[in-house]
């Protein structure tokens, strides 16, 4: 009768897990001093690949590199 009326324990429910999705900015940058490029990866949660490359160049200009090109953008699931 407690279970009909829902005053029982209930029993712990499951927990969805989600895929994580998310997207890869790949930069080529330079070190300010100049020397050669090189690749820069950035994950970002958003699925706005616009937002995505303006957190990986902010990124980047906050680690003290020139962004020297952009060389892909992607969304990736696990």
């Known amino acids: 009768m407690r279970a009909a009326l829902?005053?029982?324990?209930?029993?712990?429910q499951k927990?969805?897990?989600?895929?994580?999705?998310?997207?890869l900015v790949e930069l080529s940058v330079r070190k300010p001093s100049g020397?050669?490029?090189?690749?820069f990866e950035h994950k970002s949660s958003s699925i706005s690949t616009l937002q995505a490359q303006l957190e990986a160049e902010k990124?980047?200009?906050?680690k003290g590199w020139d962004i020297w090109?952009?060389?892909?953008?992607?969304q990736v699931s696990d």
């Open 15 to 23: 927990t969805l897990t989600r895929s994580a999705t998310y997207t």
């Open 6 to 12: 829902g005053l029982s324990p209930s029993k712990p």
């Open 69 to 74: 090109a952009l060389l892909d953008i992607r």
């Open 59 to 62: 990124a980047a200009r906050k």
């Open 35 to 39: 020397g050669p490029p090189f690749r």
